[in-house]
């Protein structure tokens, strides 16, 4: 016995256009949507985000001996500034061996950082107050890997800075040898190191190619290509 059907009742039974599907469904599936192009876009990030590596250009450690951060002085174009401007440094006998003594400590701490250890600035604070002088000094240096009393930094160290803004912006660079003869701790031996402003100085690269990590502008005034970064 045939069953009179409604109008239209054939269409829904094959199912509903999908233009009409989505009308009916607009709100969840803008939901949907938009809750689906949060999770990729939090995948890309996960998927992309840099690794933080261990080692020379390193972030510099949290624990900073004084020695490393010495008092800065006065700079000859700090009356007359043109920023951006690369400048050729020439220590004096009073600032060679202050500037010479936080190379060595940055490039100790470098070196005992990438081999996962304490850094020498760890060691020598913890031994008490930076103000105890040369009794902490001994008494961190019995228990240290590698001290900056280990490390030599020998003449043909290059040297210079280019100009910022203001004092705190200047940006200063160091290329030259860290020479040690502990055995303790794996150390290359040409450095670049860093300072800017009053910071802290630290060990911006060592070894093969180190010198690439120094602007243009002040290898430039260098002479281009210092025989200095021809070793590692």
């Not at 949290?62 to 500034?81: F, I």
């Not at 800075?161 to 031996?189: E, L, P």
Request: aromatic share 6%; glycine share 10%.
């Amino acid at each position: 016995m045939d069953v009179p059907m409604p109008a239209g009742s054939g269409a829904r039974a094959s199912g509903v256009p999908w233009k009409a599907w989505v009308e009916q469904r607009r709100r969840p599936v803008i939901i949907g949507a938009f809750v689906a192009a949060a999770l990729l876009g939090i995948l890309i990030g996960l998927l992309t985000a840099p690794t933080s590596k261990q080692g020379s250009g390193s972030a510099a450690p949290a624990v900073v001996a004084p020695a490393r951060e010495p008092s800065q002085a006065p700079a000859p174009w700090a009356a007359n500034r043109t920023p951006g401007t690369a400048v050729n440094v020439t220590l004096d006998q009073s600032m060679s061996p202050i500037v010479r003594t936080a190379l060595a400590w940055a490039a100790a701490d470098d070196a005992l950082a990438s081999a996962g250890r304490k850094t020498w600035s760890e060691v020598y604070l913890a031994a008490g107050s930076p103000a105890a002088g040369t009794a902490n000094a001994q008494a961190a240096t019995s228990r240290a890997s590698l001290t900056d009393q280990s490390i030599t930094i020998p003449q043909g160290l290059l040297y210079g800075a280019i100009q910022g803004t203001d004092a705190a912006s200047d940006q200063f660079w160091a290329v030259g040898f860290a020479d040690t003869t502990s055995t303790a701790v794996t150390m290359n031996r040409l450095h670049v190191w860093e300072r800017v402003g009053s910071d802290p100085w630290k060990v911006i690269a060592s070894g093969a190619g180190a010198c690439g990590k120094v602007p243009p502008s002040m290898t430039a005034v260098w002479g281009n290509h210092p025989e200095i970064c021809n070793a590692s």
